[in-house]
């Protein structure tokens, strides 16, 4: 294989794999937020969770 096509392909697949963790990223999002709870930020992390509240805070 030449070069050119090697590194179009690595490109390919970077890119590919940035869109299935958006993808994964944004559904665990919608997830977290349709059962209630908040997406945010862990503290001195580059990492998201999902805070819950106390089910017994939750009034229909």
Same mark, same amino acid.
């Not at 999002?29 to 977290?32: L, S, Y």
């Not at 908040?38 to 580059?46: A, D, E, G, I």
């Given at each position: 294989? +030449?070069?050119n096509t *090697? /590194? /179009?392909l690595y490109t390919i697949l970077l890119l590919a794999l940035f869109? =299935? +963790?958006f993808v +994964? =990223?944004?559904n665990n999002?919608? =997830?977290?937020e349709s059962d209630g709870g /908040?997406?945010?930020?862990?503290?001195? +992390?580059?990492s998201y969770e999902c805070v819950i509240p106390n089910s017994a805070e939750? *009034?229909?």
């Open positions: 294989m +030449s070069e *090697k /590194v /179009v869109l =299935a +963790s +994964s =990223a944004n999002k919608e =997830a977290c /908040v997406y945010t930020r862990q503290s001195m +992390s580059w939750i *009034k229909p």
